[in-house]
Each structure stands twice: as C-alpha cells, then as structure tokens.
C-alpha cells in the first residue's frame, strides 16, 4: 500500500530486476565463451585471437560490473531496510570477494596457455573495474548504509 504523497517506485525495481537477470545471463555465457575460445582456438597467440580474448574480458568485467550496481541501486528505493550489522556487513564482504575471485580467474587462465599479454590487459582492466566498482558502487552504498541507521 503506497501513501497518497509518496512515490511508488515498484516498476523501477521491477525493471532493474529484469534488467539484472538479462545482465547475469549475458555474463554467465560471456565467461564459457571465453574458456571455450581459450581453450579451442587453433593459434591463440595470435593478434586477432588475443584481441577476440580481451574483448570478451572486458565485457565479462562489463557485464560484472553492472551486475553488481543493480542490488545497491534497488536498495535506494526500497522501504524497509534492515540497519546494517555484522551479518549484513559480511555477507555484503563476501559477495564482493565473490565477483572479485570470479573476475580474478580470467586473469589466470592465459596463463596456463602461456598468453602473458592478454593475461597482462585482463588484470589491467581487472584493476579499472575494481577502482570504478568501489569509487561508483561500493563507497556510495557504504555511505547511504550509514545514512540510513
């Protein structure tokens, strides 16, 4: 039940739900697509198949990333939110070692096959996405937390 002066935002976290399914799917196919190209393609060394690998990094990290805005971004407009405590604060730690172990293997798996430099941009981009996650995702998220104690 919405009061009469207050705005109802369940379409939008309806959206961002759907929208968060859609990016899960697309990065649950972005990372087998990745291993099976590593794994099959003929002449991975190559410029062109090293360039197809980092490509498909950097939209795994992308698609990671995005992923990872959705819960905070909802949180906003939800009512009821349960004060931050011990529980909350290490569930929301281990998530985020989570994603980060998860993004971390695609820096790893060049390596076996010996690809230094794609296994190089993977931990570049690696260290962009983390500083943009924490900058515009896990600081803010932190700060309207202890907002709303």
Known sequence: MVIENEKDYSDYVQLLSNTGSIIALLSGFTFPAFTILLTLLPNPGSIASQFTLVFLVALFYLFMTLLSWGSPTMMRYSKNIPPPSKGIN????????????????????????????????????????????????????????KAIK
């Not at 998860?102 to 794609?118: A, D, H």
Request: charged residues 5%; glycine residues 6%.
């Open 90 to 145: 290490t569930f929301n730690f281990l998530v985020l070692v989570g994603y980060f172990g998860l993004e971390s293997v695609i820096v790893l798996m060049p390596l076996v096959w010996n690809l230094i430099y794609v296994a190089l941009a993977s931990g570049v981009l690696l260290a962009v996405f983390i500083m943009l996650t924490s900058i515009y995702i896990w600081k803010p998220l932190i700060e309207y937390r």
